[in-house]
């Protein structure tokens, strides 16, 4: 099924970007959008700018961005979209 990036929260998102990043899915992917030290390497290599706002952070990965008031929300989210675009196929349950 597709689903948009910006739909994607907790496990569904860091599965995302688990198969983003390391090409593979797994039953408990690692904590990207709710740990920094999970987060830090895939931010570190990919995004281009994370900045804070009003009222959330804005987060660029190459044309791809995400806004979300969590700033690794926003960072996964720009991630997963510059990988596979706005909307991605993913896992039927």
Do not use: N
Request: aromatic share 8%.
């Amino acid at each position: 099924m597709k689903v948009k990036v910006d739909d994607l929260r907790g496990v569904d998102l860091d599965m995302a970007v688990h198969c983003a990043y390391r090409g593979e899915l797994c039953d408990s992917p690692p904590r990207y959008s709710r740990e920094w030290e999970k987060a830090g390497p895939v931010i570190r290599r990919h995004i281009a700018v994370l900045q804070a706002g009003s009222d959330g952070w804005l987060a660029t990965c190459g044309e791809s961005s995400a806004f979300d008031v969590s700033p690794l929300v926003a960072a996964m989210r720009a991630y997963i979209k510059a990988t596979f675009g706005d909307e991605m196929e993913y896992r039927d349950e």
